[in-house]
């Protein structure tokens, strides 16, 4: 973010970072991915509580019926079992109990019903119903010895009698158990559902440790003990004992959820980083890069084939290499036979007519371009196989400048009608660079600046220092870089590849400068404007 942004630029910069964090970084998306993945689980269970709230049918077919069990209804059995008294129910299931303490038993029965039993809870509501609708006191052999109503099932009735699934289900389990723990619940009372409707029953254990018999309870519809036949109360009551315990859910499930997310997502983020480390490695010319293959799943495969990618580009880099530098050293043999042949009848002035010393002035002039092009081939590949050494010493660059400008200068003003002149002030400090290597950045530069500027124009070296460097620039009153190409003037083979390439231009010429440049540790760029001009400044270090 640049440091000169408006304070709401750097408000929604600060407010966008997880967005930009999520979109451009693998490990945090994995983090959030995992984190989500725990609370999409969480959400899903709330939705399909919800469902089979409103839509009962979905619970019974998906035996998921226990959501809307009476949990406290367990409780109540191993309550009302104690205030009934175990002994007394001891006497009762004997068939030892008077007739006077056998109705108060089912007075006690009935009030158990009524929610009527000091100490216990009412209804919720006055038009709510009561949390239980029957209870039945059962002997060992699954006999019923009392109940609140002999409608619901009368003494002497065995357990098969009772209407409701879940009854007979609990009170055989507890009969089976014999005063053990119910695994299901890990505790002496069990407890089922059929049709919303909870059923508990709880062993009577006596003092000398052996059960005696089994209290039942059934409850009514949990609908209608917390809302009535309103499914809006009943939500409403999940929603709240939910709130209670999503916390013990959902903390742990995050908790979980960060530490595993962080592990797998660093360990798939640093696998990723090393295959975009070779790819940018690739990309600054270091064809050698390669990334080590330590799994065999997608990742492990995409690593193989960047390898086998790499590696086939590197040879056709290093057989290209190859080609250029051996077809580079052999021109040069025909090419100074030529030359020296040119200048030995350029040398026999008596014996040619006019037309014939301009004949030899043309091949003279492409025999320069051509070795100039073979010059820049060379060097190209030099760079390229990390072969070219500098022998950096410390030289006077107002001389250096004077030099290059007068190798060309006589060539501008023949041909075009073109001044080359050297600003540069001999107290312009002195750099640390390769003398022959700079010579060449400036003769492709100026010779650049000469193709573009057309008659009567004027090229100007100037230099200055620029801190620990010293800054020079070849400018020209050309005809310009259009602004779209101007990112792409350093590029290799640029002017060939778009047709634009001049007579005389060999496409490599600014691509070496700027290789050049960089190995001396400077920069270089360029300013231009159509038709006004272009101006191309580098740096180069200082001398000590």
Not at 251 to 267: D, H, Y
Not at 368 to 388: A, K, P, V
Not at 489 to 507: I, K, L, N, P, T
Not at 513 to 521: I, M, Y
């Amino acid at each position: 973010m640049p440091t000169d942004a408006s304070v709401a630029t750097q408000i929604l910069y600060w407010v966008l970072t997880p967005v930009r964090l999520f979109r451009q970084r693998t490990a945090v998306n994995l983090v959030v991915s995992y984190v989500a993945m725990a609370l999409i689980t969480i959400t899903l269970l709330l939705s399909a509580l919800m469902a089979m709230i409103l839509w009962p049918q979905l619970g019974q077919w998906l035996q998921f019926e226990e959501v809307a069990i009476d949990g406290y209804l367990g409780e109540q059995a191993r309550a009302y079992a104690q205030w009934l008294d175990p002994q007394r129910l001891e006497v009762a299931i004997e068939g030892e109990l008077d007739p006077a303490e056998y109705d108060r038993l089912e007075a006690d029965l009935q009030a158990i019903v009524a929610a009527a039993v000091p100490g216990f809870e009412g209804a919720f509501e006055e038009s709510f119903a009561f949390r239980i609708a029957h209870v039945a006191i059962l002997d060992m052999e699954g006999m019923v010895v009392a109940s609140d109503d002999p409608a619901w099932i009368a003494p002497g009735d065995p357990v098969s009698r009772f209407s409701l699934g879940s009854t007979r289900g609990v009170t055989a389990r507890t009969l089976s158990l014999d005063g053990e723990l119910d695994p299901a619940w890990g505790t002496l009372y069990s407890m089922e559902v059929a049709n919303e409707r909870t059923s508990a029953s709880y062993p009577l254990v006596m003092n000398d440790g052996e059960m005696a018999g089994v209290l039942v309870l059934e409850g009514n519809p949990i609908r209608e003990v917390i809302g009535g036949e309103s499914r809006i109360e009943l939500l409403r009551y999940f929603g709240q004992q939910f709130r209670q315990v999503i916390w013990y859910v959902t903390i742990p499930a995050i908790v979980v959820a960060i530490p595993f997310g962080v592990w797998r997502a660093r360990s798939i983020s640093r696998r990723l980083e090393r295959m975009a480390s070779a790819a940018d490695a690739m990309a600054e010319g270091e064809l050698d890069a390669r990334i080590p293959v330590r799994q065999r799943d997608e990742i492990g495969r995409l690593a193989e084939r960047f390898n086998e990618m790499a590696a086939t580009i590197e040879f056709n880099e290093r057989t290209r290499r190859a080609f250029i530098s051996n077809v580079s050293h052999e021109l040069r043999t025909p090419l100074s036979i030529i030359r020296a042949t040119v200048e030995r009848q350029l040398g026999q002035t008596g014996t040619l007519d006019p037309a014939q010393i301009a004949s030899l002035g043309v091949i003279e002039r492409e025999s320069d371009m051509l070795d100039r092009m073979i010059t820049d081939l060379f060097t190209l590949t030099r760079i390229g196989e990390q072969s070219l050494r500098l022998e950096r010493k410390v030289f006077d660059l107002a001389d250096l400048a004077g030099e290059a400008v007068a190798g060309i200068r006589d060539l501008a003003w023949s041909q075009s009608r073109v001044s080359v002149e050297s600003l540069v002030s001999p107290d312009v400090p002195h750099v640390l660079a390769d003398h022959l290597r700079i010579r060449q950045v400036l003769n492709n530069l100026l010779y650049n600046a000469l193709r573009h500027t057309p008659e009567g124009g004027l090229i100007v070296v100037q230099a200055k220092p620029a801190g620990s460097m010293v800054e020079v620039s070849v400018s020209d009153t050309g005809r310009g870089i259009p602004s779209a190409e101007i990112d792409h003037v350093f590029e290799r083979y640029y002017q060939a590849e778009r047709g634009v390439r001049h007579d005389d231009g060999s496409g490599l010429g600014l691509s070496i400068v700027k290789q050049l440049v960089t190995a001396h540790g400077g920069e270089i760029s360029v300013e231009s404007r159509e038709g006004e001009g272009t101006t191309f400044r580098f740096t180069l270090p200082q001398a000590p």
